[in-house]
């Protein structure tokens, strides 16, 4: 009885430890003059038998570390744990917050339990976490692929630097920074930082907005191909890199059934927009290209089902010469296609050499209307043969049920 009783008290406990616990609220600690940052890891190397002295590129930052004598970070004012490679997609929310089982995590703040951006200009920021402004020392640290905290973590295991240098943050300004290989031979890395413009142009809601950079390492696209694990099947064309400057050409789409040839949209076929010229150093924010979220006139204002091409095509390459449904993976660094698809529609029988990302389009119960289409302003970005594209939405409505 005595044994029974101490059961029972040690389970009320517990019971009254779990409440405790689980209603506890995080407190955030009031940002004075913040800025609004973003954090991807772009060192999207594989570990194998060419490169097996290259450190694993799973990362931890730190900003505004406290070091030991010895240069060990031992505090920070702020840390970014577990920070893994980076999505293909950066959707308009924080899906990583609350979401999956790991620790590791695809972006700063994603997982992190942070104070982020508010609404600003109709655009919304809780993708990015709020950060003081002014300067700031920050240092990229490798870490083991593992559960432990980086504080926690044996004092050898927490000496391995990937970067420490200093960063200035402006008063309610948003920035993007990456985490980048600067030169594919000498595998140097380091970081650069966005300072971004979206929320400060005069963008129309009826039109879909979307910028470029190649930000791949020197000498990437030159680089044998074998090695550097190109022809890939999902990475399409664009596995083996594009050539430093590229003219980028737009088509769009109504939409069709796998395997079937879908229709151009008139006016919008193989459309000019500009040129992508490489650059991993000092990166400032590319023009917005745009076309109608409504290019389809048959679409009835409400909902359209139109996706995105894109062509990037060597200076003096003619687009009109590429086939439609070319499969071939190898083209020497002059053309790869990007298709923007559909929810649920990933990749056509026809086009193997493309690389596939979701459609620029948001569609979502708003209002009374299940679903209603909206524009959204877009990035692109290249980087060794990796994809990755980012969308940013304004507010819209909520359903009415």
């Given at each position: ?13 517990a019971?009254?430890?779990?409440f ?15 800025a609004?940052l ?17 450190m ?11 070091v ?18 980076r ?15 790991s620790?590791n ?6 997982r992190e ?9 109709g ?5 990015w ?19 432990v ?14 970067i ?12 993007t ?9 000498t595998?140097?890395?380091g970081i650069?930082?966005r300072k971004?413009?979206?929320q400060?142009?005069?963008l ?35 596995g ?24 151009k949209?008139p ?6 927009l500009?040129?992508m010229?490489?650059n991993?150093?000092?990166?400032e ?12 006139a048959?679409a ?20 009109a010469?590429i086939?439609?449904?070319?499969t ?6 002059n ?9 649920g529609?990933?990749g ?11 459609n620029m ?7 009374t209307y299940?679903?209603?289409?909206f524009?959204t ?10 994809v990755y594209?980012?969308?940013i ?9």
């Amino acid at each position: 009885m005595i044994r029974s009783g101490m059961n029972n008290m040690i389970f009320c406990a517990a019971v009254l430890l779990l409440f405790a616990t689980g209603c506890a609220k995080v407190k955030y600690a009031k940002i004075d003059d913040p800025a609004y940052l973003r954090v991807f890891n772009n060192l999207n190397y594989k570990i194998g038998v060419d490169n097996k002295d290259e450190m694993l590129p799973f990362l931890t930052m730190l900003i505004d570390p406290q070091v030991d004598e010895s240069g060990m970070p031992i505090s920070a004012a702020i840390k970014g744990d577990f920070l893994d490679q980076r999505d293909p997609y950066a959707p308009p929310y924080p899906s990583h917050i609350g979401s999956g089982v790991s620790v590791n995590n695809p972006e700063y703040p994603g997982r992190e339990n942070v104070l982020v951006g508010p609404v600003l200009n109709g655009y919304d920021l809780s993708s990015w976490a709020q950060i003081p402004s002014g300067k700031h020392r920050i240092m990229f640290m490798f870490r083991p692929k593992n559960t432990v905290p980086f504080f926690n973590l044996e004092a050898k295991l927490k000496r391995n630097v990937l970067i420490d240098t200093t960063i200035t943050l402006d008063i309610k300004e948003v920035y993007t920074l990456h985490v980048l290989q600067k030169d594919y031979n000498t595998k140097r890395n380091g970081i650069y930082l966005r300072k971004e413009n979206f929320q400060k142009l005069p963008l129309s809601d009826s039109m879909i907005y979307v910028n470029f950079y190649n930000m791949s390492a020197k000498g990437y696209w030159q680089a044998d191909n074998e090695i550097k694990g190109g022809n890939v099947y999902g990475k399409g064309a664009l596995g083996n890199g594009i050539k430093d400057d590229m003219n980028i050409f737009a088509t769009l789409y109504k939409d069709a059934a796998l395997n079937t040839l879908p229709t151009k949209l008139p006016g919008y076929s193989g459309k000019y927009l500009g040129r992508m010229v490489r650059n991993s150093d000092v990166l400032e924010v590319t023009p917005y290209y745009s076309f109608p979220l409504f290019a389809d006139a048959k679409a009835g204002g409400i909902h359209t089902d139109m996706w995105q091409r894109f062509d990037f095509v060597a200076q003096g390459m003619d687009i009109a010469a590429i086939p439609y449904g070319q499969t071939d993976l190898n083209t020497d660094a002059n053309w790869a296609p990007v298709l923007c698809f559909m929810a649920g529609k990933t990749g056509r029988n026809d086009q193997q050499n493309a690389v596939f990302v979701p459609n620029m389009i948001v569609n979502i119960h708003s209002g009374t209307y299940n679903p209603r289409s909206f524009a959204t302003v877009n990035t692109i970005e290249v980087v060794n043969g990796n994809v990755y594209l980012t969308t940013i939405q304004r507010k819209y409505a909520p359903p009415v049920y």
